[in-house]
């Protein structure tokens, strides 16, 4: 356990100098900016990266010592649930050179007797690589679904090759920092959202990079022509569906995609299963049937995304998400599925606790 001499100090110190610090995913912020700041935000070479803290140090030590070479825009400092730091931090300052001058004059600094800090300039990583995607997957329901998932997302560009399982996305941030917190959640969020176990690292830029997939995938390349039998090209992905196009035919189902159909009402009229509707105990719950406004947003092989809005009676907002859901075999089967999906966030918005149980229980 932290010494409670350590977190009075902190407390205290907190308290003295007015200072508000922020816990979110795993560490804890001050600044981004500070009040009173002035002027713009850093730019490219602002950030240095700080390793070799003793566990009980908190920002009650290291701000006042990292101000002590320059203006502090921002510190981070990397927390486990025990209450302990994890040993690195980083402090963001108002320019590049401020930052030079703190791993100058502050790398080897002595915090306590066995302990030399390690400063140094923090590389600016903005690019993930998500990978194991299916072959048929299409640029534009990656791009929805992680901008659905995570902030700061500039673009996305598909790839693929011999060495690749499937394909990857080359994720860009507009930060680090937005790129470091979207590294925690896109994996868990592929999987809930869209069944799809993909994984997540970061892309440097230094390692040898496949140019993306195009339409046109069977151009000759450049150059003398390789010796040996010929290479496989790699699978062509399907051109991107626009916005009105949606709910085509199953895969493997014969026929070209068609545009999406006039989207059925929901179906409370419709014959279903004898198991118990969810779209009916939201009806008997409200007392009459909530408007459901929803429209597709992305398209994909196997997968939709869809945006939803439900004015429920009991809520004094309407209730706005989105969910991805697997093709059904007709257009029918597809909209059956997401209104009962969103049957059952209007329920868990109306009674807390209950999204997620199976509809054997409603």
């Not at 700061?152 to 060495?163: A, Q």
């Not at 790129?179 to 969020?189: D, F, L, Q, T, Y």
Request: overall charge positive; aromatic content about 8%.
């Amino acid at each position: 356990m932290v010494s409670p001499a350590r977190l009075q100090a902190l407390e205290a110190w907190r308290n003295e100098n007015h200072i508000s610090l922020s816990q979110v995913n795993g560490q804890r912020r001050y600044g981004g900016p500070p009040d009173g700041w002035e002027g713009p935000a850093p730019g490219d070479g602002c950030e240095v990266f700080i390793s070799q803290l003793p566990e009980d140090v908190f920002e009650d030590l290291l701000i006042p010592l990292f101000s002590s070479v320059g203006r502090l825009w921002e510190f981070r400092l990397m927390m486990n649930f025990s209450g302990w730091n994890r040993g690195f931090a980083y402090a963001t300052y108002g320019s590049a050179g401020e930052a030079a001058e703190a791993v100058r004059r502050l790398h080897g600094h002595r915090l306590g007797p066995a302990k030399q800090l390690c400063v140094c300039h923090s590389t600016q990583k903005k690019q993930l690589c998500v990978g194991e995607l299916p072959v048929t997957i299409q640029q534009p329901y990656v791009l929805q679904v992680l901008r659905a998932l995570s902030g700061g997302v500039e673009s996305v560009s598909l790839k693929s090759g011999t060495d690749i399982k499937g394909v990857s996305a080359l994720v860009v941030y507009e930060s680090h920092h937005a790129a470091a917190m979207a590294k925690k959640v896109i994996r868990e969020g592929f999987k809930k959202h869209c069944s799809l176990t993909v994984s997540v690292k970061w892309h440097y830029s230094s390692t040898k990079v496949r140019r993306p997939l195009t339409h046109g995938e069977g151009t000759p390349r450049s150059g003398p022509p390789r010796s040996g039998p010929p290479r496989s090209q790699p699978p062509r992905l399907q051109p991107p569906l626009s916005t009105t196009e949606t709910f085509n035919k199953a895969p493997g189902a014969p026929g070209a995609p068609g545009p999406l159909p006039p989207r059925p009402a929901p179906f409370w009229s419709s014959p279903l299963p004898q198991k118990p509707c969810l779209l009916a105990l939201l009806q008997r719950t409200c007392g009459t049937r909530p408007d459901f406004n929803l429209e597709c947003t992305a398209s994909g092989p196997w997968h939709v995304c869809v945006s939803y809005s439900v004015q429920l009676p009991h809520l004094p907002h309407p209730l706005k998400g989105w969910l991805t859901v697997r093709r059904g075999v007709t257009h029918e089967d597809t909209w059956r599925e997401v209104n009962q999906l969103v049957a059952g966030r209007a329920l868990a918005a109306l009674w807390p606790g209950t999204e997620g149980m199976p509809k054997q229980a409603w």
